[in-house]
C-alpha cells in the first residue's frame, strides 16, 4: 500500500531494484538485436558475407534456446532457495537486499534475454526476413551473445558461493545500516526545525491506511507550508507506524482537503519498513540476526559476535560525522532518532539473549566502550548501556564467568 510514490529518482531507484524491470529490459534488448541484423543487413553499403554452413546460425541459435531455458530455470531456483536460506538462518529483513543484488539480477536478466534472442531469431530465420548479409550480422551477433552469457555464467558461479550465507547477509545488511545511518547523522533533521512542542491546535492529518511510513519528502512539505502559510508538525517520522492513533502530521494553519491531499502525497506509507530514510531498520536487522543465533536451538555465539563488531562499525561514522544543523526548511518540524534508541535497538537484545554467556558479553562491552572513546560527547549513553548489560549478564554467569566480566568492564571503561 502507497500513498506516495516519493521524488522522482526515489521512484526510478525502487523501480530499478525490481528483478522484473532489469529482466524486461534485457529481453527487448534480446528482440532488438535479433531484428536489427534483418533491418541493417540491406542497409550497409558493403558486402559482408560470410560461407556459412547449412542451416548454421539456425541450429546455434536451437541450442542457446534450449540451454538459456534450463540456466534461467535453475538461476531462479538457486535465488529463491537463498532468499529461503537467508529467512531461515539470518532475518527475513535480509530477504529485500538480496532481490536487490545486482550481480544476480544482471544473471537472470542475461539469460532471459539470450533466450528471447535465440527465439526471435529461430522465427525470423523461419519466415525469411533475412537476407544474406542479415544472415551473416544475426551468425555474428549469436557469437556475441555467447560470449556475454558464457562470461556471464562463470561470473555467476563464482558469485553463488557467497550469495545468501550467514556473512554475505550480515555485509549486505552491515551496509544498508551503515548508509542509512550514516545520512541519519549528517542530516538529522532532514534540513527541518528540531520539533519541541506542537501547539495545542493544531490538525492532525492521518493517512489514508495504516502502515509504516518509508519515505518522507521534506522538501515537498515546505513548499506546501509555503504556498498555504502553514506549520508542519511530523508526527510520524519515517519508521513509525501511521494510523488512528498516531497522524503523519499536526498542521496548524487553514487546510482544505486538496491540501491535505498534498500533505499526504508527501509521505510514502507502506506495509513493510526499508532501509532507505529509516536509521533505525538496519540496525534491528542486524540484532535480530545476533538474537536468533543466542536462541538454545542454534546455539552460535560466533555469529552473535560478528553481528557485534558488524554494528561497531555501523555506529562508528554515524557517530563520528559532523551534522549539518542548518534549516533548509524553516516550515517543517520534525523529531530525530535519538541515540538512546539506536544503542538499545541494537545492543539490548543481545544483552538479554547472551545472558549467561560469558563470551558474549565480554564482547558486548568493548564494543560499547570503543563506541564511547569514538564519540565522547555520547560516552555518558554507551556507558549506561553497558551497566544494564552488565547486570543482565552477571545474573546468567557462575561466580568464576562473573569475576571475568567485572575484570573486563574494569578494564575496557577505564580510561574512557
Not at 530477504?95 to 539480477?105: F, R, V
Not at 513493510?272 to 540496525?283: A, I, K, T, Y
Request: net charge neutral; aromatic share 8%.
Amino acid at each position: 500500500m502507497t500513498t506516495n510514490r516519493g521524488s522522482l529518482a526515489s521512484f526510478f531507484l525502487r523501480l530499478g531494484r525490481q528483478v522484473w524491470v532489469r529482466a524486461a529490459l534485457f529481453t527487448f534488448i534480446g528482440i532488438a538485436i535479433a531484428l536489427i541484423a534483418g533491418f541493417l543487413g540491406p542497409l550497409l553499403p558493403f558486402d559482408v558475407t560470410i560461407d556459412l554452413g547449412q542451416n548454421a546460425v539456425g541450429s546455434l541459435l536451437q541450442i542457446i534456446a534450449t540451454a538459456m531455458l534450463t540456466v534461467s530455470t535453475f538461476s531462479v531456483t538457486a535465488m529463491v532457495t537463498a532468499f529461503s536460506s537467508a529467512t531461515t538462518t539470518a532475518t527475513p529483513r535480509s530477504t529485500p537486499l538480496l532481490i536487490a543484488d545486482p550481480t544476480s539480477q544482471n544473471a537472470v536478466s542475461t539469460f532471459v534475454g539470450a533466450f528471447t534472442y535465440s527465439l526471435v531469431g529461430i522465427v525470423a530465420l523461419s519466415t525469411g526476413y533475412y537476407t544474406e548479409q542479415g544472415r551473416t550480422i544475426l551468425f555474428i551477433g549469436t557469437l556475441i551473445v555467447i560470449g556475454i552469457v558464457v562470461f556471464t555464467l562463470l561470473r555467476w558461479i563464482s558469485h553463488l558461493s557467497t550469495f545468501g550465507r550467514m556473512a554475505d547477509v550480515i555485509d549486505r545488511l552491515e551496509k544498508a545500516a551503515t548508509d542509512a545511518l550514516t545520512a541519519y547523522g549528517a542530516a538529522p533533521l532532514l534540513g527541518a526545525r528540531r520539533l519541541t512542542s506542537i501547539p495545542p491546535g493544531a490538525r492532525p492529518i492521518h493517512s489514508d491506511g495504516v502502515g509504516y511510513v518509508t519515505h518522507l519528502n521534506v522538501s515537498a512539505l515546505n513548499r506546501i507550508a509555503d504556498a498555504h502559510d502553514l506549520r508542519v508538525y511530523v508526527v510520524a517520522a519515517p519508521g513509525r507506524v501511521a494510523d488512528a492513533r498516531t497522524p503523519l502530521v499536526r498542521i496548524e494553519g487553514a487546510v482544505d482537503d486538496r491540501v491535505i491531499s498534498q500533505v499526504r502525497g508527501a509521505f510514502r506509507v507502506e506495509s513493510h519498513r526499508s532501509f532507505e530514510q529509516d536509521p533505525r531498520f538496519g540496525v534491528i536487522a542486524l540484532t535480530e540476526i545476533g538474537s536468533r543465533a543466542l536462541s538454545p536451538a542454534t546455539n552460535d555465539p560466533g555469529t552473535a559476535i560478528e553481528v557485534m563488531a558488524a554494528l561497531q562499525r555501523v555506529f562508528t561514522p554515524a557517530l563520528t560525522a559532523d551534522p549539518d544543523d542548518e534549516v533548509h526548511y524553516s516550515r517543517v518540524f520534525v523529531t530525530p532518532t535519538t541515540l538512546g534508541e539506536l544503542i538499545d535497538d541494537a545492543f539490548r537484545p543481545i544483552a538479554r539473549d547472551g545472558a549467561g554467556n560469558i563470551e558474549v558479553h565480554v564482547r558486548l562491552q568493548k564494543c560499547l566502550a570503543s563506541l564511547a572513546a569514538a564519540a565522547p560527547r555520547h560516552a555518558h549513553e554507551f556507558r549506561e548501556a553497558a551497566r544494564a548489560a552488565s547486570a543482565r549478564g552477571r545474573r546468567g554467569l557462575d561466580p568464576t564467568d562473573a569475576r571475568t566480566l567485572r575484570t573486563t568492564v574494569r578494564e575496557a571503561w577505564s580510561g574512557v
